[in-house]
C-alpha cells in the first residue's frame, strides 16, 4: 500500500475525487445506515458543512494512494452546551467528526484506520496551540459501529456517554497531554 502524505484538501482541486471517494462496503441486504450517511457526508455534504463550522477552525484532510483518495477525516474545534463536554482551563477540545477509509483498503485489520486517526491526533493538537496543558479529543459513533469502536479504544479512547440530543451516537475522547 503506497499513500502519499496526509495533507489538507483544497475545495477546488478535491471536489471531483471526493465525489468518486468509496468508502461503503456493499452487505446483504444493504449497507447500514451510518456507513450510507458517512459516504453522503463526504460525497455530497463537505465543504457546505465545513462551510458551516467555519467559525470553530474545521478541516478536511485527506490522503492518496495510487487510485484516488484512500481515507478522509474532518476535525474542528469541539464546543458544547453540556458542561461535562467542557475541558479544564488550558485543555483544548476537538471533535473528530467524520473518518472513512476506501473500501479498497478496508478489512484489513484496520491498518489505514489506525494511521489515519493517528495523523488526526497530530492535526488536533497541532490545531490547538494555545492550550498548553492538551487537548481532549472526541469522536462520536454509532452505537452499532463496531469497527470504529474498535479502532477508538485501540487508540486509547475511552466511551464516555451517549446523550439524548445525538440519537444513536456514542461520545468517546481522549485526552492528549502536552
Not at 451510518?34 to 463526504?42: C, G, M, T
Not at 482551563?89 to 483498503?105: D, K, M, N, P, Q
Amino acid at each position: 500500500m503506497i499513500l502519499g502524505e496526509w495533507r489538507e484538501a483544497e475545495e477546488e482541486r478535491d471536489t471531483k475525487r471526493l465525489a468518486d471517494f468509496v468508502c461503503t462496503l456493499p452487505s446483504p441486504p444493504r449497507p447500514p445506515t451510518y456507513e450510507k450517511s458517512v459516504q453522503k457526508f463526504f460525497r455530497y455534504e463537505v465543504w457546505d458543512k465545513l462551510r458551516d463550522l467555519s467559525d470553530c477552525d474545521a478541516h478536511l484532510r485527506v490522503v492518496d494512494d495510487v487510485e484516488g483518495i484512500a481515507a478522509a477525516y474532518t476535525h474542528s474545534r469541539f464546543v458544547s452546551r453540556y458542561p461535562e463536554f467542557s475541558p479544564p482551563e488550558g485543555y483544548g477540545s476537538r471533535l473528530l467528526g467524520y473518518l472513512a477509509v476506501a473500501t479498497r483498503h478496508r478489512r484489513q485489520g484496520g491498518i489505514l484506520a489506525d494511521q489515519a486517526l493517528e495523523d488526526a491526533l497530530y492535526a488536533a493538537a497541532e490545531a490547538e496551540p494555545e492550550a498548553d496543558q492538551g487537548v481532549f479529543v472526541w469522536a462520536k459513533v454509532h452505537r452499532k459501529n463496531q469497527a470504529s469502536m474498535r479502532m477508538l479504544t485501540r487508540a486509547g479512547f475511552g466511551y464516555r456517554a451517549s446523550i439524548d440530543d445525538d440519537g444513536p451516537l456514542q461520545h468517546w475522547v481522549l485526552k492528549l497531554d502536552r
